[in-house]
């Protein structure tokens, strides 16, 4: 440490002398061109007067003319010589032309390398394990229909499971059906239709993105927030196939000492559903404050997705038939994710801009 300072002080030093060295050889030649000037332009004593009495004040008439003009000729280029030197090795003191000049002894300016966000790198990590596994990458819009977002992943109008999913809704838009108008999307189950009405099965697909929900701001949760979405859609596909992807995503994902349990649930656009847990990733399993003595926490939703979601994706794409073709999802929260991967325990500070947090993950 000493070492390597002391040879950087060094190293620092060598341009140091070098520019100091090329200020002074600048100052010596602006001297010289100085003294060039006084002994022949100077107004007493210089030798051009000398040369203007012996010669032009002593020319005989008839030759005035042309000894005058010579004599112009010559003291024109002494002074463009002079003038010419004087330009290149400017005189130092001069506080305009300093002030433009680069001082090269003081330290660069240094540029800060930005990093990523942990939320975008959480997400592309979870990203990472799915694409290693030959899953392709899509997104979708935020502002979402009621159609895409509510109807036609299985919550029809009117059903209680959408108060459980309440949001902004744009404004001003009561003269459209109910299917066309605009929210801000609660999940992003929705590009699950979306993917499945512009592509046949087979279908993997992760999708990560942002989403919002009516939700009181507090220690772990945000009016915005983001999650991963995955769609896996073949024939033969099985809960087994669930199982097997999903235990793979969180040992790659908290490492592979991890367990996975899957305990029942509902969703609308699933059938069976379940919620993801893994062995608790702080007291490995044995019980503790962050997982209520449990061992275990949950972790995201999944399930075989339901035939009345394949029946909305079969008006566009027939082949969506659930006789031949089963297929699975899940969804998971990205803050949630990265508060355990990190020990974050305020999701506020993903948000906050505080580059004292988000320095730590660069
Ligand atoms: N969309 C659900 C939510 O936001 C999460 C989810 C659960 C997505 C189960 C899925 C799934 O695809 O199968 O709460």
């Not at 007493?44 to 005035?64: C, D, I, M, T």
């Not at 349990?261 to 379940?274: C, W």
Request: with cysteine.
């Amino acid at each position: 440490m000493h070492r390597s300072a002391e040879a950087m002080v060094a190293q620092d030093e060598q341009p140091r002398h070098a520019g100091e060295a090329i200020v002074a050889q600048e100052e010596q030649l602006r001297r010289a061109a100085e003294a060039f000037r006084v002994e022949w332009l100077g107004r007493k004593q210089g030798r051009l007067n000398e040369v203007s009495s012996r010669w032009l004040k002593a020319a005989p008439p008839e030759a005035k003319k042309l000894v005058g003009q010579r004599f112009n000729e010559f003291k024109a280029k002494l002074e463009d010589l002079v003038d010419a030197a004087l330009d290149t090795h400017l005189d130092p003191s001069d506080a305009a032309l300093r002030a433009q000049s680069i001082d090269i002894t003081l330290p660069g300016t240094r540029r800060l390398i930005g990093a990523e966000h942990p939320i975008t790198r959480t997400m592309n990590e979870i990203v990472q394990v799915f694409a290693a596994l030959g899953y392709s990458v899509g997104v979708g819009p935020e502002v979402e229909t009621d159609f895409y977002n509510f109807e036609s992943m299985n919550f029809p109008p009117g059903h209680p499971a959408r108060d459980t999913q309440d949001t902004l809704i744009i404004a001003g838009q009561e003269r459209k059906p109910l299917r066309d108008r605009l929210l801000l999307r609660t999940h992003t189950s929705p590009v699950q239709m979306r993917t499945m009405e512009l592509e046949p099965p087979p279908v993997r697909i992760v999708i990560p993105g942002k989403v919002h929900r009516n939700d009181a701001a507090d220690a772990t949760h945000s009016p915005i927030f983001h999650q991963v979405e995955g769609l896996c859609v073949d024939t033969h596909i099985t809960f087994s196939d669930l199982k097997g992807t999903l235990d793979h995503a969180m040992k790659a994902l908290f490492g592979s000492s991890v367990k996975t349990r899957f305990f029942p649930s509902f969703f609308p656009f699933t059938e069976p559903s379940a919620d993801v847990q893994i062995t608790c990733i702080f007291c490995g399993g044995k019980g503790c404050r962050k997982c209520k003595q449990s061992g275990w926490i949950e972790l995201l939703g999944c399930g075989m997705v339901d035939p009345a979601v394949f029946a909305f994706a079969q008006e566009k794409q027939p082949a969506y038939d659930p006789k031949k073709i089963s297929g699975f999802a899940f969804g998971m929260g990205v803050e949630r994710i990265a508060m355990m991967k990190y020990g974050i325990s305020e999701i506020g500070q993903f948000y906050s801009g505080d580059m004292r947090f988000l320095g730590q993950f660069a």
